[in-house]
């Protein structure tokens, strides 16, 4: 070669006795995360948790059940909720017997007879009356309803037969 240098070749150096040793495989890619499997069985802090408030739920609901049942357990079953018969909201038995309009009533507040007939009362919840004459009408009194029944009968008498089932 003309006018340059001349390479020549050097000697090689010996490598450590690291370098000798040999080299890692190539670097692979990270594996690919799997996805979230679920567990058959919750963490023990959720276990327990839940525990607690299956219990405390039941437990409240058996002392609530027990609380609005306890006044119907003590309750003294000799004595009744219903009414004695006879007087009726602490009045005395209402006993009547007159003439009114040309028609004799007499009865008391189980039962009325308009000139010897039978007139057939019910008794409403709200403690007045109603009587198969005048059913759309109610009266505080036996003998208000009975007066009422006379006046809507006009000279007709009762049926004997009773009232009729509708």
Known sequence: MAGGTKLEPRPVAAR?????????????????????????????????????LRAAFAFG??????????????????KSAAPAPGPVD????????????????QGTASGVRIDGRPLHLMRRADGTYVSVVNHFESFPTALATA???VDDLGGTQLSLAGPALH
């Open 90 to 105: 602490g009045m005395p038995d209402e006993r009547f017997d007159e003439m009114y309009g040309g028609r004799r009533i």
């Open 61 to 78: 609901a058996i002392g609530g059940t027990a609380a609005a049942l306890t006044p119907i357990f003590r309750a003294d079953p000799r």
């Open 16 to 52: 450590p006795a690291e370098s000798l040793a040999p080299a890692p495989p190539p670097a692979s890619p990270p594996p690919k995360p799997s996805p979230p499997t679920r567990s058959t069985r919750p963490p023990r802090s959720s276990r327990t948790r839940r525990f607690f």
């Open 147 to 149: 007066r009422a029944a």
